[in-house]
């Protein structure tokens, strides 16, 4: 489906991609290959220092930017200089930003700069946990993995061409290719179960509970299952793909089971859950205000002052530079804005635009709520497109996608009443929907799992999130006084 989409992606006049993150990665800047420092493996740890520097400023951009708050900051700084303390390049050797994404990430960049997002820290029940995320990173950046990583890039692309020459046969390029990204990806795969190795006995060191490590990659898998739920996915945490940069989650979890065993000391060790939620408590959750909003099948953006529906089944996404739903049987709907003069005519560019490489059929012309618009049916590379565009304010086209591999009789319809939704919003509506943000509450006696997921300011699978952010179990009995995480405006 991911590659298939990409196709599709590609082949739409002006599209962008959309990234969902929601794994641990590795610190994947990009290296200069060309320095022979580097690939002699003499880099010094002032040349480390500029390569995170300037691959910095496009992380923060990449990301929306650090999430400002101060309490967060101080927490994540403390949690950090606590590890650093045991850690290789000393207390002043590490430098941990919260950027402002809902995107559940951790990554690390040589020199020392450590990133964590405001989703992992949502999904983190206790400091135990975050630190580690934390030290996961710290041990990449120890270990000098992305330095590594990108020697092991040169080394496999030289491999593959050697390979490629020996055999000299039709397809030999790219079996070559497939190849060296295999190396690299089991390479990878080596890096992150030696990181969390080396991240948990960090933790242990430093008096934390090492099996906090395992409780949070059990919540990764969780909301990861959850997610792909949403959007109509199907997500096999045992599924075994050789091009994949991270091992399965059960074997991350088996291995990390095994480290935290040996290392648990007699009192457990320090997990500080108030110390968390407290910190978190207020904290942003889901969509930037800046970027619009999702609440289950609706998205409203408030700047733009619009909004639209998907259809009932459908799943909603939200990304800086579209909105795409996925739908149970396949089909993908993608909404965003282009550029298009005033005086230009919109059915002409479709017969133009709408689709590269491909047949235009189709199209025609008429309104939605008031505005001007063209529809068009295009078909390219086994994808058949159902494109509208609708004008704005200005130059602005706002632009609606349908894309589906296996046409239904359906299809017309079910995109006509997603675009039949858009429309413009008051201001006054426009401000009435505020962001969610964690909201810290105490178990009251006769409270249970579903009834404090009724209070989940969303609308769609309330019990399920419910569960999945506290680390709670189904059926799991609640204790009057316990914290709980409940997502509330």
């Not at 906090?212 to 739920?229: I, K, N």
């Not at 078909?379 to 609606?400: E, K, T």
Request: net charge positive.
């Amino acid at each position: 489906m991911q590659r298939n989409a990409s196709t599709w992606r590609t082949r739409l006049a002006g599209a962008t991609g959309c990234v969902l993150a929601v794994v641990l990665v590795a610190a994947c800047a990009s290296l200069d290959p060309n320095n022979p420092g580097f690939l002699a493996g003499e880099m010094s740890e002032a040349q480390e220092q500029r390569i995170g520097a300037r691959e910095n400023p496009k992380v923060l951009a990449a990301f929306g930017g650090a999430y400002e708050p101060a309490q967060i900051s101080r927490y994540v700084n403390r949690v950090t200089t606590r590890l650093a303390e045991n850690a290789a390049s000393g207390r002043d050797g590490y430098r941990v930003t919260v950027l402002n994404s809902p995107s559940i990430n951790a990554f690390s960049l040589p020199g020392g700069f450590i990133y964590v997002t405001r989703g992992l820290l949502a999904l983190a029940n206790n400091e135990a946990e975050l630190a580690a995320v934390i030290a996961h990173e710290i041990a990449h950046i120890d270990s000098r993995h992305a330095l590594q990583r990108e020697q092991q890039v040169t080394s496999a692309a030289s491999i593959g061409r050697v390979t490629a020459d020996i055999m000299r046969g039709p397809g030999a390029s790219a079996e070559a290719l497939s190849f060296a990204r295999n190396q690299l990806a089991k390479f990878s795969r080596q890096q992150e179960l030696e990181a969390d190795a080396i991240g948990i006995r960090l933790m242990a060191k430093t008096g934390y509970d090492p099996r906090a490590a395992v409780s949070f990659l059990r919540s990764l898998s969780r909301q990861t299952q959850l997610h792909s739920r949403r959007l109509n996915r199907i997500h096999d945490p045992n599924r075994v793909d050789l091009t994949a940069t991270h091992p399965t989650t059960p074997e991350r979890i088996s291995a990390a089971e095994q480290d935290a065993r040996a290392l648990t000391p007699a009192d457990g060790g320090r997990r500080d859950a108030a110390a968390h939620l407290a910190a978190i408590d207020g904290v942003l959750y889901g969509d930037d205000p800046r970027e619009g909003f999702v609440r289950g099948r609706t998205f409203l953006h408030p700047r733009l002052g619009i909004t639209f529906s998907v259809p009932d089944g459908y799943g909603l996404q939200n990304a800086p530079n579209a909105v795409v739903g996925f739908a149970p049987d396949g089909a993908i709907v993608r909404f965003d804005g282009i550029e298009i003069s005033r005086r230009a005519s919109l059915v002409r560019y479709l017969e133009r635009n709408a689709v590269r490489g491909g047949e235009v059929r189709e199209v025609s012309e008429g309104r939605v709520n008031g505005r001007d618009a063209g529809f068009a049916v295009a078909s390219a590379d086994r994808w058949i497109f159902r494109i509208a565009l609708i004008r704005g304010r200005d130059r602005m086209v706002y632009r609606f996608i349908h894309a589906t591999q296996k046409p239904g009789s359906n299809d017309a319809a079910a995109f006509m009443q997603t675009v039949n939704t858009f429309r413009f919003v008051s201001e006054q509506e426009a401000q009435s929907i505020r962001p969610l943000r964690i909201r810290v509450d105490q178990v009251r006696p006769g409270d249970t799992s579903v009834s404090l997921a009724r209070r989940m300011a969303q609308p769609d699978m309330q019990l399920e999130r419910f569960l999945t952010l506290n680390g709670i179990r189904a059926g799991q009995a609640l204790q009057p006084g316990q914290q709980v995480k409940l997502i509330g405006e």
